[in-house]
């Protein structure tokens, strides 16, 4: 929410999706305050017929596509030989696959506007393994590759790649704690501030990786 709110803040014409209908008109009020360039679409991107509608809706809606975000993700925290096959399938087709079905659909379009952004939300737990986490930081390691390889297959296009990988936020992701409740951790607005910047960095150079973490992590 807090990447959108910057988006439409700055400007933007601005489509969310999400699973529950009802998190998704909430969120399209709160960001009607920018003006009437929102939109929203109910979509699953574990699935590519959902991720691929809800990108050719957006488009649609705003004859083109810019910027993509990929920003769907959960959190099931487990030892490997405890979690389901179903738990470790959600997490994976959420936070990697689903991200491969939104490029998928969106990169023609970005091509046939002469070029974009696109920008994947990973995490530090890509690259910093931890007990619990295994498919949570497989499905991030996987992203972080993909969007290396990704970046260098669509530049001649025109089309940036870059992915960010902040540390703890408060949002109470993954049931970890509530949002707002730990001061120490990144807030919302960090991580989308950190998209801004992104967004608007001189076209000579590209920043392909983000690292984002506390200042002050608790000790």
Request: with cysteine.
């Amino acid at each position: 929410m807090a990447i959108a709110d910057a988006l439409a803040a700055a400007g933007a014409s601005v489509a969310i999706t999400g699973r529950d209908q009802a998190h998704l008109d909430k969120a399209r009020k709160q960001l009607a305050v920018h003006g009437p360039a929102i939109v929203s679409a109910r979509a699953d991107v574990r699935s590519a017929e959902d991720a691929g509608r809800a990108i050719a809706e957006a488009a649609a809606a705003f004859g083109g596509l810019d910027i993509l975000i990929n920003n769907a993700g959960i959190g099931l925290f487990s030892k490997a030989s405890e979690m389901s096959i179903q738990q470790w399938r959600d997490v994976i087709d959420t936070n990697l696959c689903g991200v491969f079905y939104c490029c998928h659909a969106a990169i023609p379009l970005m091509r046939r506007r002469g070029g974009g952004w696109i920008v994947n939300i990973s995490s530090l737990a890509g690259k910093n393994p931890f007990v619990g986490g295994s498919a949570y930081c497989a499905s991030k390691a996987g992203l972080n590759a993909f969007s290396e390889a990704l970046m260098q297959e669509v530049r001649y296009d025109n089309i940036r790649v870059s992915y960010v990988m902040p540390g703890s936020v408060s949002t109470g992701f993954g049931g970890r704690g509530e949002q707002g409740a730990a001061d120490w951790k990144l807030a919302p607005e960090d991580v989308a501030q950190a998209v801004i910047d992104l967004i608007n960095h001189p076209a000579r150079s590209l920043p392909s990786r983000v690292e984002l973490r506390p200042s002050k992590p608790a000790k």
